[in-house]
């Protein structure tokens, strides 16, 4: 209804509660002649008596018992509305569609995060997504999804911007009857394995890694001989317990335990590390359109959810 439909109404349903126009007039903080106007203008626009007067004070009639209870019932529900509305505006309140690596989702810190949210902000719906880097941050730029924990860096997307959150240790994944897997629990040196086979993450669906892997095996003296690369991180570690060849993987791959693996640190002088960053779409140019209106509520959410990853990081250090 409209908002002087609305002022009608609440005027008739604060008559009614205090019986008394000149006390209805006071609580409503206008002067009683504008009140007694809106309530007049009520009765023409239903054609009907909606209220008896007294010479002390008013009753409603029949009718306007029924609309008292519906017009209390109907104003209720618009200051619902408008807070429904402010919660919206403000992030607090929707429906935003969060992607992450399957790596990503072994880090504690993912998980947390999204335990978090979902606690701090209870009126918003998560849908979430699972899938390689190339495949997440594909998504962003479709508006299939608001943001994402990936493992690659943007390349060739202008119009994504990314945050590296954290990085972890890499970890080498042996097979459990490997010599330098019997016993052993020693950092092991990068150029030791200039002879193995390497099982790696397919470059498509994992670049940081793969690139980052193959550059601190070059540092190291050597181009690694790769016999396979596998779709996902835990498809490698299956391979690697088959017996097929070595990996490596994220510290938190070994969460996953996996049957046959062993995992051993590598050492210090490798400089390599398994970052994770947070994706998102850059804000658009303003416009004055319902699309803009809604990427401005979809940016609020995403910005919430950013704000709450930024805390969580300052918390965990």
């Known amino acids: ?55 002390r004070g008013v009753e409603p009639t029949e009718v306007g018992k029924v609309l008292y209870q519906e017009a209390k019932a109907l104003l209720e529900r618009s200051e619902t509305l408008l807070a429904t509305m402010q919660r919206a505006t403000e992030g607090k309140q929707g429906n935003i569609r969060i992607g992450f690596t399957s790596s990503a989702a072994l880090h504690a810190f993912v998980p947390n995060v999204l335990r978090r949210y979902r606690e701090v902000y209870p009126m918003v719906t998560t849908q979430l997504e699972e899938s390689g880097s190339t495949e997440l941050l594909q998504g962003l730029v479709n508006r299939t999804l608001d943001v994402a924990f990936v493992r690659t860096p943007v390349l060739g997307m202008p119009e994504l911007k990314i945050e590296r959150i954290l990085q972890e240790p890499m970890m080498v994944a042996l097979p459990v009857g490997h010599p330098l897997a019997q016993g052993a629990s020693n950092a092991v040196a990068l150029k030791t394995l200039l002879n193995e086979g390497f099982i790696l993450y397919r470059r498509p669906a994992g670049q940081g890694l793969y690139d980052a892997i193959l550059a601190a095996c070059y540092r190291a003296g050597f181009s690694p001989r790769i016999v396979q690369e596998a779709p996902r991180l835990t498809s490698c570690l299956s391979l690697v ?70 805390n969580q990081l300052e918390e965990s250090r």
């Open 1 to 55: 209804m409209a908002e002087i439909e609305l002022r009608r109404l609440r005027a008739f349903v604060t008559v009614v509660e205090e019986g008394n126009i000149t006390r209805a007039a006071q609580r409503l903080f206008i002067q009683q002649p504008p009140l007694t106007r809106l309530l007049q203008a009520l009765e023409e626009e239903f054609n009907v008596k909606l209220l008896q007067r007294y010479p």
């Open 241 to 310: 317990g088959a017996g097929l060849g070595v990996s490596i993987v994220p510290a938190c791959m070994v969460r996953l335990g996996g049957d046959g693996v062993v995992y051993l640190p590598l050492a210090a002088d490798a400089e390599l590390h398994a970052p994770l960053y947070l994706a998102q779409r850059k804000e658009p140019t303003p416009r004055k359109d319902l699309t803009q209106r809604k990427e401005t509520q979809a940016s609020a959410m995403v910005n919430t959810f950013c704000e709450l990853v930024k």
